[in-house]
T-cell receptor
């Protein structure tokens, strides 16, 4: 299978609190998991990614966790700010040789309320 | 410069007419992708070029064509637009191999078929 499930579809949090988005994938051979942030009228931008040889990665307030056994990965934003409000997409990819195909989740709309 | 450019940003087409969308990047990336995104759906890969080799997804094989006259440019061609082609079309590029598999997205072309 090539589905990526992403939940929740809408997430509302108070400024300063944390936000978590969860994704699951079907293809056990997936080895690359990027997260994209898309603001209205803008193109999706990569914010953080993790490869299958890692379980945890952190860039400033962004933390991604990968559980290969459960085929789940998640994004955690600590100390959310209004500027974090956007659509977030997770994706899974099997990079083999010179090809890689991203399978996207449906996206999560994050609203950070002041 | 990690910019992927797309032209036009908005396109209005008549049913049965052809549509040609353009994407360019100056990052010397091996691979260029085209995704289709409809409201409340995940971005869906349509096809990608690795160098001069075109790979089209099985379920969209007959609906879309593409050309890549040089490393920097890639087009998406619809021979006869139908109403179901109305969507956002996202172009992306990447340099695969090693850890250089990040896909950079363009701003998208919003196609409306009437």
């Amino acid at each position: 299978g090539e589905q990526v499930e992403q939940l929740p579809s809408i997430l509302r949090v108070q400024e300063g609190s944390s936000a978590s988005i969860n994704c699951s994938y079907e293809d056990s051979a997936s080895n690359y998991f990027p997260w994209y942030k898309q603001e209205p009228g803008e193109n999706p931008k990569l914010i953080i990614d993790i490869r299958s040889n890692m379980e945890r990665k952190q860039i400033q307030e962004l933390i991604v966790l990968l559980d290969k056994k459960a085929k789940r990965f998640s994004l955690h934003i600590t100390d959310t700010q209004p500027g974090d409000s956007a659509m977030y997409f997770c994706a899974a990819s099997r990079i083999t040789g010179n090809t890689g195909k991203l399978i996207f989740g449906l996206g999560t709309t994050l609203q950070v309320q002041p | 410069d990690t910019t992927v450019k797309q032209n036009p940003r908005y396109k209005l087409a008549r049913v049965g007419k052809p549509v040609n969308l353009i994407c360019s990047q100056t990052m010397n990336h091996d691979t260029m992708y085209w995704y289709q995104k409809k409201p409340n759906q995940a971005p869906k890969l349509l096809l990608f070029y690795y160098d001069k080799i075109l790979n089209r997804e099985a379920d969209t094989f007959e609906k879309f064509q593409s050309s890549r006259p040089n490393n920097s440019f890639c087009s998406l061609y619809i021979g006869s637009a139908g109403l179901e082609y109305s969507a956002m079309y996202l172009c992306a590029s990447s340099r695969l191999g090693g850890n250089q598999d990040t896909q950079y997205f363009g701003p998208g072309t919003r196609l409306l078929v009437l």
